[in-house]
């Protein structure tokens, strides 16, 4: 906690991280009938409008700035293709320092794109050679400082910081989802939870196509699950990872499963409604929630991010599952 | 506020006042609570009216039983079914009349006169602009060294508000309004000097299509605003995709139409300055949202029709879709044309559309 704590100061005076907005999801008629006429008030805090429009500069603008500045000006270096890598490159960027990438070789075009808009330097790599700088936390060919994406413990106290800002907004919440990819970014949240109001549920989401959480904590141990690529890849791997999965065991009240129908139709409910873009992983805790799995009273759903691919969301508004 | 990402595309210091977040997804609600508050206890009590195909209804509806005053909203028969729906579950009187917004407004005046009810100009009445007026003062306070403030226009009273109190406040600040070119009424009425009724076309700014504007908003703006000008509806498409794009904001045409007056050039003064965008509306309906995705992805050239003759024999069209798929090319549909074919008749027409960057379909081409 004191580290989040301590995150909280940093990020409060850095220009890299807002404080987000904490909404009420209104006009929910849908809310009472599936959650069957209990009394259940769903919140979003709006990780989306972040600059790169995911919660991960919170974590990578606390690591950074966290290091020796004369360390900070060797550059910085992560393994990641998606939010956490565009999240560091900018904040790399507008500090003024080197960031460079290890990305598997058949991340999609629009992804490297958006990394090297923030003036990423990528290096792709056959995915097990980057599975293992994610395992071992770094590759020797990486020029800079590495920054793990999900386990590295500044980046966990940056997360956390939003679960500060949620106390500090909804101080009688009864509950709060986060998308479950990493890991990071639940047991940041849930390490406040459970230290200042220990009576607050969390839980993780994950989708049913990709749920590894869930059948760890099922099995009581470890275990890999099937692993079917979807829309929502910002959260679903074939396992967790072990550094983390002892810390999420023991913040976490459960892992809340949801289909892709169920989050492709909240990605379009959040438009429609709360009038906010949210990409899959985005929306995975806004689809349990509404589904009733986290319960009744004030739950409050982190909406990590919204970089979803235009032509996914065309499809989403159709009302098809991209 | 905090700087937009897009203040790169438009070269100017971006800020937008996200008005679309209000409950009721617009601004509307400042003006209609402000102007419920306000009503006598007789009024109170026997109620309100007032004709709306959108915002101004969700509103007052709203406030209306937050506030316990009973609210009467007159529709045209084709307003969105979305407001209508929303209207009722806020326990507004929802009642479908006219064929456009003229007519709808002609029986609410009628109807308030017979019920004794008061009538409410969602753009015009003094204290609507008074409620409008309230985010010129937020806007002062959010960014106090704005340069220019970029407001859209439909009966104006949004524009007169913010217009009195940016400049009462900072005279030096600039203020434009932007009206959608398929209906340009207070182009219009600037010119002469008194509202005047404007041909109105069906534009994706619909919340922007009001024929002729207020009389008080005209009055109140002409002494403050620096300039109107219009936008094309291509912009106002463009601009709607960059705002989900950029900023993840879910944005209605008449809310995108400051930004597309930015992203289409036609603001070049205000390159290098500190400008505050007003996205005053998020209630945009879905199908048209998708559309309008399309017709900007289409305009970027991220999104490519082309027609290609290919042989009518087994694996003819598969050659051609594995080219695009090799190049990593999505299509989006794929029409296949034999009766209207002019050449041998062994080929057969291909339209496709697909998504990919403008590289690619360079190299295709």
Redesign the interface.
């Known amino acids: 906690l004191e580290d989040i704590r301590k995150a909280k100061e940093t990020l409060r005076c850095c220009p890299y991280v ?1 404080r987000t ?1 904490l ?1 009420k999801l ?2 929910l ?1 849908e809310t009472a009938a599936a959650v069957g006429d209990g009394d259940v008030e769903i919140y979003l805090k709006l990780e ?2 972040q ?1 790169t ?1 995911s919660f991960k500069v919170r974590g990578a603008s606390n690591a950074m700035l966290s290091l020796d500045p004369e360390r900070l000006k060797q550059g910085v270096c992560t393994a990641s293709a998606g939010n956490f890598a565009q999240g560091l490159a900018w904040t790399a960027k507008e500090i003024g320092v080197s960031c460079n990438i290890l990305i598997p070789d058949h991340t ?2 629009n992804k490297r ?1 958006a990394m090297e808009r923030y003036n990423g330097v990528l290096h792709p790599v056959p995915f097990d050679t980057w599975w293992n700088a994610i395992t071992q936390h770094g590759d020797e060919n990486l020029h800079g400082h590495f920054i793990h994406p999900a386990s590295d413990p500044q980046v966990i106290a940056g997360n956390g910081t939003i679960g500060l800002e949620i106390l500090e907004d909804i101080p009688n919440v009864d509950a709060v989802i986060t998308p479950y990819g990493g890991g990071g970014l639940s047991c940041g949240v849930a390490t406040v939870m459970k230290s200042l109001k220990p009576a607050v549920r969390c839980y993780a989401a994950e989708v049913e196509t990709a749920a590894p959480l869930s059948a760890s904590l099922k099995a009581g141990c470890m275990t890999c699950c099937d692993y079917v690529p979807s829309f929502v890849d910002g959260i679903g791997g074939k396992s967790v990872l072990p550094e983390i999965f002892d810390l999420a065991r023991n913040v976490l009240d459960g892992s809340l499963v949801v289909s892709l129908r169920q989050t492709a139709d909240a990605v ?1 409910l959040l ?2 409604k709360a ?4 990409e899959g992983a985005g929306a995975a805790p806004v689809a349990a929630a509404l589904a009733g799995k986290a319960g009744l009273g004030k739950i409050v759903c982190v909406v990590s991010g ?1 970089n979803i691919d ?2 996914k ?2 499809k989403v ?2 009302g098809q599952v991209p | 506020m ?1 700087r937009s ?1 897009l203040s790169g595309i438009t070269g100017m210091e971006l800020y937008f006042k996200k008005e ?2 209000q ?1 009721t ?1 617009s601004f509307k609600e400042r003006g209609a609570r402000n102007t419920l508050k306000q009503l006598s206890k007789t009024q109170t009590e026997t109620g309100v009216i007032a004709a709306s195909a959108g915002n101004h209804a969700l509103a007052l509806a709203y406030h209306g039983k937050q506030l316990g005053v009973s609210v009467t909203v007159v529709m045209p028969k084709l307003a969105p079914i ?1 407001k209508v729906t ?1 209207c009722r ?1 806020y326990e507004a009187n929802v009642i479908l009349f006219g064929e456009h917004i003229g007519e709808s407004k002609d029986y609410a005046t009628k109807l308030g006169e017979e019920k004794g009810l008061t009538y409410i100009n969602g753009y015009d009445d003094p204290a609507v602009l008074a409620g409008q007026g309230t985010i010129g003062l937020e806007v002062i306070d959010q960014v106090p060294d704005v340069d220019a403030v970029v407001v859209p226009v439909g009966g104006g009273g949004l524009l007169a508000g913010i217009a009195l109190a940016v400049k009462t406040l900072k005279p030096d600040v600039t203020v434009i309004g932007v009206e959608s070119e398929n209906c340009p009424g207070f182009s219009a009425a600037w010119k002469v000097g008194h509202p005047v009724k404007v041909p109105s076309m069906p534009t994706l700014a619909d919340g922007l299509a009001v024929p002729m504007v207020g009389g008080n908003a005209l009055a109140t703006a002409r002494k403050h605003v620096d300039k109107v000008l219009t936008v094309s509806e291509n912009y106002i498409a463009i601009a709607i ?1 960059r705002l ?2 950029h ?5 209605e045409g008449a809310g995108a139409a400051g930004l597309a007056a930015c992203v289409a050039g036609l603001l070049p003064e205000l390159k290098g300055k500190k400008v505050v965008i007003i996205l005053c509306g ?1 209630n945009i309906d ?2 048209v ?2 559309r309008c ?2 017709r900007g ?1 289409a305009a970027d050239g ?1 999104l490519c029709r082309f027609v290609v003759r290919v042989k009518d024999t087994p694996g003819g069209c598969a050659e051609l879709t594995r080219i695009l798929a090799d190049m ?1 090319a ?1 299509i ?1 549909d794929i029409f296949h044309e034999r009766a209207w074919v002019y050449s041998d008749i062994f080929s057969v027409e291909v339209s496709l559309i697909g ?1 990919k ?1 403008q590289t690619y379909i360079e190299k295709l081409l």
């Open positions: 807002v907005p909404i209104q006009n008629a989306n409008l600059p429009s999609p075009q794109l379009k438009i429609e009038r906010v873009v949210a919204g235009s032509q969301l065309m508004l159709e | 905090q990402q679309f977040m409950y997804g979305m929303a579950d995709l989900v794009e900023e993840k904001a879910v944005v998020g879905t199908t949202l998708g995705l399309e992805l991220r990593g999505c989006k998504c960057l």
